[in-house]
C-alpha cells in the first residue's frame, strides 16, 4: 500500500519568513495530493491540493510543488503570520484506492 | 461549518465499556470515513464506508466496528475498551468513493477511557 512520509514534525519560522513542508509518496498510481491544515483543537481542513497533470499550484500565499519523477511534494508558504500557526498533514490517493493515506503531521509554529 | 455532524463532542467512560459514536455526512455525500488521532498523533485511518457498504479497512482493532446505515449516516462502536483507545475520532465525509477527491471532517469526538 501508499507510504507517506512527512518532514519536518516540526517547524519554528519567523513571522514574515517562508515555510516549507515535505512529503515523499512511494506508490506511482498516486495522483492527487491534498494539504490539511489543523488548528489548534479544530477539524482538519483542506488548504490546497494538487492532481498528477500539474507541478505547480497556488493559492495566495500557499503553494505546492509535485515532482512525480522524485515521488515527492511540498508545501510552501510565504509572508507567514501567526494565523499559520497549525498542523498541516499531507496526503497522497489515487482514485479506486479508496483511502487516503496522510503524512504524519507537521506543527508549524509562528514566531511573532 | 463542514456540514459533517458528530455526536457526542465528548465520551468518558471505563475501561471495559461500550460505546457508540455518530457521524451524519455532509447532504450528498456517499462515503463515510473514520479516523483516531491520539495526543500529538497523525490522522490514522480506521474505515471507510460508501454508500452502506464497506470499501476500504485500515489499522482498525477487531474490537472496533462499524456500519453505514441507509440514510448513510454511520456509527463507530468501540467495545471491551482500554486506556489507550483514548483519542479524538473523526468522521469525514466525500461525494464519491474517495482516493481523489476533498475529505470534510466532523469536529470529532473527543473520547477519554478512565
Known sequence: GENVEQHPSTLSVQEGDSAVIKCTYSDSASNYFPWYKQELGKRPQLIIDIRSNVGEKKDQRIAVTLNKTA???SLHITETQPEDSAVYFCAAGNFGNEKLTFGTGTRLTIIP | D??????PKHLITATGQRVTLR??????DLSVYWYQQSLDQGLQFLIQYYNGEERAKGNILERFSAQQFPDLHSELNLSSLELGDSALYFCASSVGRGGNEKL?????????VL
Open chain 2, 104 to 112: 470534510f471532517f466532523g469536529s470529532g469526538t473527543q473520547l477519554s
Open chain 2, 2 to 7: 463542514s456540514g459533517v455532524t458528530q455526536t
Open chain 2, 23 to 28: 457521524c451524519s455526512p455532509r447532504s450528498g
Open chain 1, 71 to 73: 515521488k515527492h511534494f
